[in-house]
């Protein structure tokens, strides 16, 4: 199971930390993406890690902008915004595929997930 947190209204220009609690069968995942719905629009991805921590992975439109990040201790996987802009408004989800790697090539691609949360609205002001 999963749980974000963390989004809310914010001015352009500034920040925000969302957090994704993993709690179950954390032992068999072994990538965390995000993944943002804006209104009107297809969800797409934002980032993901590995749960090693080995690497990450940006969509261009955050690169630069956002670091992804866990805790393994905490079973949490942060998503650091910052320089927010409008476009960034969203529903942000986090989710993960239990018991089996994602590929490199695929990470990006919400196919490959099969647990999600349940999402945390980011509203970015202009």
């Known amino acids: 199971q999963l749980q974000a947190s963390g989004g809310g209204l914010v001015q352009a220009g500034g920040s925000l930390r969302l957090s994704c609690v993993a709690s179950?069968?954390?032992?068999?995942?072994?990538?965390v993406g995000w993944f943002r719905q804006a209104p009107g629009k297809e969800r797409e991805f934002v980032a993901a890690i590995r749960w090693s921590g080995a690497s990450t992975h940006y969509a261009d439109s955050v690169k630069g902008r956002c670091t992804v990040s866990r805790d393994s201790a905490k079973n949490t996987v942060y998503l650091q915004m910052n320089n927010l802009k409008p476009e960034d408004t969203g529903v942000y989800y986090c989710?993960?595929?239990?018991?089996?790697?994602?590929?490199?090539?695929?990470?990006?691609?919400?196919?490959?997930?099969?647990?999600w949360g349940q999402g945390t609205l980011v509203t970015v002001s202009s």
């Open positions: 989710a993960t595929r239990l018991g089996s790697r994602i590929i490199v090539s695929a990470i990006a691609n919400q196919q490959q997930y099969d647990v």
């Open positions: 179950g069968r954390t032992f068999s995942m072994y990538t």
